[in-house]
């Protein structure tokens, strides 16, 4: 990890930023344009993954496609000492994940508002063949003026994209807590991908927690595939039938049953008393149905299983007595 001080290529570091997945982040000062920036720099463990430097060169090209204030802006990209890098506009904010560690649960009004922000962004990146397919508070910086601006575009899937294979990332590319189902069976989504990660959030903004949760990962990805989505109106005061039935939208299990397109989604988020408050019921209905749920059934097959092996156990000891 680079020091305070040090120099890398024309950028003299100023401070580490974070870590995320296969990088380390810093606030730099670039000696050559005299302005601070943010350099992204692989981690040791990446140093020498071919495929390092076609992330980083796709996720310039993205940020270089769009214009957006939503969008964090790619300024270049880079070689030294054999190590890639990539260089972009430094954002003056704090991340949605630090908001939420504030203030959460924050109000219908304050959440719809942030969240109308990075949909209209989003909105911006489909538009232009662009999917992020890792939205979380911890990508989203939003600025002193209230203005959310989406970063981290490494695992962006653009038109005629081939798959990329990193030595050091696992094959489902993607936070859990956000991640929609087609994602955790290994498929590559689409912009309803988006729109799932995106009704993860405005669930954690209105309650302080993702709607799905576990122990480990492989929990919370079961819970994903497997599990009810829980009423908002039930699980939080002040949040409206219509509301909820917006997020129960987003959070639909299959692809087809989310809002078709991101265009889609503000218009509903725009005009919420027209969203269908009976998919709420349709919720319910499912959880009262637990017993039929595979998960009910495994967990009810094992039971019986060691039930059985107990009750030969006992047969056996019997026998030999």
């Not at 957006?68 to 030294?80: D, M, R």
């Not at 009004?109 to 489909?126: N, Q």
């Not at 049953?257 to 349709?282: G, K, Q, Y």
Request: hydrophobic share 40%; net charge negative; aromatic share 6%.
């Amino acid at each position: 990890m680079l020091q305070i001080g040090d120099q890398f290529d024309h950028f003299q570091i100023r401070a580490h930023i974070a870590k995320g997945g296969m990088s380390d982040i810093y606030r730099a000062y670039d000696l050559l344009s005299g302005k601070e920036v943010v350099l992204k720099i692989p981690d040791a463990m990446s140093i020498g993954d071919p495929a390092q430097y076609e992330r980083f060169q796709r996720e310039l090209d993205v940020m270089r496609t769009l214009d957006h204030p939503a969008i964090q802006k790619g300024t270049g990209s880079g070689t030294y000492n054999n190590t890639p890098y990539l260089v972009t506009e430094l954002i003056d904010g704090r991340s949605m994940r630090d908001l939420i560690k504030e203030k959460a649960p924050l109000s219908p009004e304050e959440s719809i508002e942030l969240i109308r922000k990075v949909a209209d962004g989003l909105a911006h990146c489909h538009d232009h063949g662009i999917i992020h397919r890792d939205l979380k508070p911890e990508n989203i910086l939003i600025t002193a003026e209230g203005q959310p601006v989406i970063l981290d575009f490494g695992l962006a899937l653009t038109k005629g994209a081939h798959r990329v294979t990193y030595a050091n990332l696992t094959s489902a590319a993607g936070t859990p807590d956000y991640m929609a189902p087609e994602q955790i069976e290994g498929h590559r989504g689409d912009q309803r991908t988006d729109i799932y990660a995106l009704g993860i959030m405005l669930f954690e903004l209105l309650t302080g927690a993702p709607p799905f949760s576990g122990d480990n990962n492989l929990a919370v990805m079961a819970q994903h595939l497997k599990g009810g989505i829980p009423r908002l109106d039930k699980k939080q005061p002040g949040v409206s039938a219509h509301l909820a039935a917006f997020a129960a939208r987003c959070l639909q299990r299959e692809p087809e049953d989310r809002f078709p397109d991101m265009h889609a989604l503000l218009d509903a988020l725009d005009h919420l008393e027209s969203n269908d408050i009976s998919i709420l019921d349709r919720i319910a209905e499912r959880k009262s149905h637990f017993w039929h749920s595979p998960t009910f059934i495994a967990v009810g097959s094992a039971l019986l299983l060691l039930t059985a092996i107990v009750i030969l156990a006992f047969i056996l000891q019997a026998l030999h007595k």
